[in-house]
């Protein structure tokens, strides 16, 4: 998936927002979750950014720092939910975005309800993640943060990131988010914020007319269940979905299930799903095949060993499932040092492609003693099922054609790049190729990945 591009949009009220937009599909905007953030840092972070990615698989998702925090604006005056409401609605305007849908995360739900509220026209669709209504949902937790906060900065984010948002359990993920609300804002800001002082905004629930789907984990306290229960009942069109577990974090614990529940109230196919359900790779129907091959294996045998050499295919085998788990590949088989998979879309395969030599080239520079590379081909067609392998024309000029990349390449045919257009990969046209068992040569290019 290519980078995101931070960009900024400029408030009624003259406050400039910092945002950026991943994915494709219909357009739906994030709120962050505290409601404080960092974009970059958040980019930059594992957790964050397996969710991004992940839920704009199917959907536009866009990103923003709220006012007075992360690259935004950070000196405002204004901080009531009034303003942070101009805050979405700068970016929508700026995207050009008649209508949208709208997720609102924890601490993050009050502006996207307070905006569902003012402007149903604009809103398609809610989702309120552990939302609330009123400060009185986050008590007493709520009362003693707030004491914290003046009494200990560090040990408020601490407290914040372990009890509220990442769990007890979860040390690494706790202690990275209390780095990034440390970044993101000032604590003056938080003291001045309106969700920090209180606020009660159920008298606007009955004006939301869009569906809303209400999400919340069991064991969650900021806001606890039975304030979740009394959000829901009060919405006119809302389905509540309770699901295990205390964090505030959606991508802390089972990420999957929140955003297939988010997938399936927006009516967007789960590509994990569909390929799962019916792998396209078992009708014979038209298909991208993938073939990855790692360099030099014969040599790297001979060179380190057999032990050796199985760590890194090992490696290899992790890091390619995991990609055809991401984006809805079947593999078909193992060739020994590499691996056949196919997709139901091109555009998987190539996202796929691109993971897989991000994911190697991570590897290999963490663990240089066992670091390698490979090549990467890619075709598309309809080949001959039989016993749960492919064969065909389709499948031999795959096979070829990762046969004639270099290390740490991805080469597709013609009949790939143009299923893909209009997806915004770079292609470098390599020219033609005369490739073993083809009479005629094959134009081949070369997709951008680092």
Same mark, same amino acid.
């Given at each position: 998936?290519?980078?995101?591009?931070?960009?900024?949009?400029?408030?009624?009220?003259?406050?400039?927002?910092?945002?950026?937009?991943?994915?494709?599909?219909?357009?739906?905007?994030?709120?962050?979750?505290?409601?404080?953030?960092?974009?970059?840092?958040?980019?930059?972070?594992?957790?964050?950014?397996?969710?991004?990615?992940?839920?704009?698989?199917?959907?536009?998702?866009?990103?923003?720092?709220?006012?007075?925090?992360?690259?935004?604006?950070?000196?405002?005056?204004?901080?009531?939910?009034?303003?942070?409401?101009?805050?979405?609605?700068?970016?929508?305007?700026?995207?050009?975005?008649?209508?949208?849908?709208?997720?609102?995360?924890?601490?993050?739900?009050?502006?996207?309800?307070?905006?569902?509220?003012?402007?149903?026209?604009?809103?398609?669709?809610?989702?309120?993640?552990?939302?609330?209504?009123?400060?009185?949902?986050?008590?007493?937790?709520? +009362?003693?943060?707030?004491?914290?906060?003046?009494?200990?900065?560090?040990?408020?984010?601490?407290?914040?990131?372990?009890?509220?948002?990442?769990?007890?359990?979860?040390?690494?993920?706790?202690?990275?988010?209390?780095?990034? /609300?440390?970044?993101?804002?000032?604590?003056?800001?938080?003291?001045?914020?309106?969700?920090?002082?209180?606020?009660?905004?159920?008298?606007?629930?009955?004006?939301?007319?869009?569906?809303?789907?209400?999400?919340?984990?069991?064991?969650?306290?900021?806001?606890?269940?039975?304030?979740?229960?009394?959000?829901?009942?009060?919405?006119?069109?809302?389905?509540?979905?309770?699901?295990?577990?205390?964090?505030?974090?959606?991508?802390?614990?089972? /990420?999957?299930?929140?955003?297939?529940?988010?997938?399936?109230?927006?009516?967007?196919?789960?590509?994990?799903?569909?390929?799962?359900?019916?792998?396209?790779?078992?009708?014979?129907?038209?298909?991208?095949?993938?073939?990855?091959?790692?360099?030099?294996?014969?040599?790297?045998?001979?060179?380190?060993?057999?032990?050796?050499?199985?760590?890194?295919?090992?490696?290899?085998?992790?890091?390619?499932?995991?990609?055809?788990?991401?984006?809805?590949?079947?593999?078909?088989?193992?060739?020994?040092?590499?691996?056949?998979?196919?997709?139901?879309?091109?555009?998987?395969?190539?996202?796929?492609?691109?993971?897989?030599?991000?994911?190697?080239?991570?590897?290999?520079?963490?663990?240089?003693?066992?670091?390698?590379?490979?090549?990467?081909?890619?075709?598309?067609?309809?080949?001959?099922?039989?016993?749960?392998?492919?064969?065909?024309?389709?499948?031999?000029?795959?096979?070829?054609?990762?046969?004639?990349?270099?290390?740490?390449?991805?080469?597709?045919?013609?009949?790939?790049? +143009?299923?893909?257009?209009?997806?915004?990969?770079?292609?470098?046209?390599?020219?033609?190729?005369?490739?073993?068992?083809?009479?005629?040569?094959?134009?081949?290019?070369?997709?951008?990945?680092?």
């Amino acid at each position: 998936m290519a980078e995101p591009r931070i960009q900024y949009a400029t408030t009624s009220d003259g406050v400039s927002i910092a945002y950026f937009a991943m994915g494709e599909g219909p357009p739906m905007i994030i709120t962050p979750p505290i409601p404080w953030s960092h974009l970059q840092m958040q980019l930059d972070d594992p957790g964050y950014r397996a969710w991004y990615e992940r839920i704009a698989r199917t959907s536009r998702i866009i990103c923003y720092d709220s006012r007075g925090s992360g690259l935004s604006d950070r000196k405002v005056a204004d901080l009531s939910l009034e303003a942070l409401e101009l805050d979405i609605l700068a970016i929508a305007d700026k995207l050009g975005l008649e209508k949208f849908a709208l997720l609102g995360i924890s601490i993050g739900s009050p502006p996207a309800i307070t905006l569902a509220a003012h402007h149903p026209e604009r809103i398609w669709r809610l989702i309120l993640w552990c939302g609330m209504a009123s400060a009185s949902g986050a008590s007493p937790y709520a +009362q003693a943060l707030n004491a914290l906060l003046a009494a200990d900065w560090e040990m408020y984010t601490q407290t914040v990131a372990h009890a509220t948002v990442a769990g007890w359990g979860s040390s690494d993920e706790a202690g990275r988010f209390a780095k990034l /609300m440390r970044a993101a804002v000032e604590p003056e800001t938080v003291r001045r914020a309106g969700i920090a002082e209180g606020f009660d905004i159920n008298h606007l629930l009955p004006d939301i007319r869009c569906p809303v789907l209400v999400l919340h984990r069991q064991q969650a306290v900021l806001p606890d269940m039975e304030s979740t229960r009394r959000l829901a009942a009060a919405l006119p069109d809302a389905q509540l979905v309770v699901m295990d577990g205390g964090a505030l974090l959606p991508w802390v614990g089972e /990420m999957e299930a929140v955003v297939t529940a988010v997938e399936d109230f927006l009516g967007l196919a789960t590509p994990i799903s569909a390929a799962a359900a019916t792998p396209k790779a078992a009708t014979g129907g038209m298909v991208t095949i993938l073939f990855t091959d790692i360099e030099g294996s014969t040599m790297l045998t001979q060179s380190v060993g057999d032990a050796a050499a199985q760590t890194v295919v090992r490696a290899h085998n992790m890091i390619v499932r995991e990609a055809l788990r991401q984006f809805g590949g079947t593999e078909t088989k193992h060739t020994g040092d590499g691996i056949m998979a196919s997709f139901p879309l091109a555009s998987s395969a190539i996202e796929a492609a691109i993971a897989i030599q991000r994911a190697v080239a991570a590897h290999s520079e963490a663990h240089p003693e066992t670091a390698f590379r490979v090549r990467i081909g890619l075709n598309a067609g309809e080949p001959v099922v039989e016993e749960e392998d492919m064969f065909g024309t389709a499948v031999q000029l795959a096979r070829r054609v990762c046969d004639h990349g270099e290390a740490g390449s991805i080469l597709v045919t013609d009949v790939v790049r +143009q299923l893909a257009a209009g997806k915004r990969y770079l292609f470098a046209d390599t020219g033609e190729a005369t490739l073993r068992g083809f009479e005629d040569p094959v134009r081949l290019y070369e997709v951008s990945w680092p």
